[in-house]
């Protein structure tokens, strides 16, 4: 009974102390991009760059990927039928490209899905490195009747560096 209660306190402290970094980014899915192949979109972190400031010395570590989104913004009302595949690539300056998050056979008439965490371990040195970019790898399983802009979403988490 004592033990169970240390464990729960011990994550309820963890909780407090974790910290969450949004990112989010707009992709335009135009109508010409062809089905069955992949198609990508690349762009800088500018709003987790101003969490991190780009400052390798920022107090903070075991940065991870803690939930990875996409959602239809425009048009109104549309779905992600015509979607694949997604992928979900960041690096920076200086540091190789890591999947984070992925879906594939997507067959969804939703208007937002969930992706697949992918376990790339720490994301520390990427995250607190200058030039942050993340580069969204997509796949139609048919071409789109009109122009489509999708919002990727993605939370990293953080604890304090000691």
């Avoid at 990112?23 to 899915?29: F, M």
């Avoid at 790339?120 to 009109?146: A, C, W």
């Amino acid at each position: 009974m004592a033990a169970s209660a240390v464990l729960v306190s011990c994550g309820t402290v963890q909780s407090l102390v974790q910290n969450t970094f949004p990112y989010t980014t707009n992709v335009l899915v135009s109508t010409g991009v062809p089905a069955d192949k992949e198609v990508s979109s690349t762009a800088t972190a500018t709003n987790v760059q101003t969490w991190f400031g780009g400052n390798n010395n920022a107090k903070i570590k075991d940065v991870r990927i803690s939930d990875a989104k996409i959602s239809v913004a425009s048009p109104s009302g549309g779905n992600l039928s015509a979607f694949k595949a997604v992928k979900i690539y960041v690096s920076s300056n200086g540091t190789g490209e890591r999947l984070v998050a992925s879906r594939s056979n997507i067959s969804t008439n939703s208007s937002s899905l969930n992706l697949d965490l992918n376990d790339t371990g720490f994301l520390d040195e990427i995250v607190k490195s200058s030039g942050l970019t993340v580069r969204t790898v997509y796949e139609l399983r048919n071409q789109t009747s009109s122009d489509m802009n999708i919002k990727v979403a993605l939370n990293f988490n953080s604890v304090p560096a000691q």
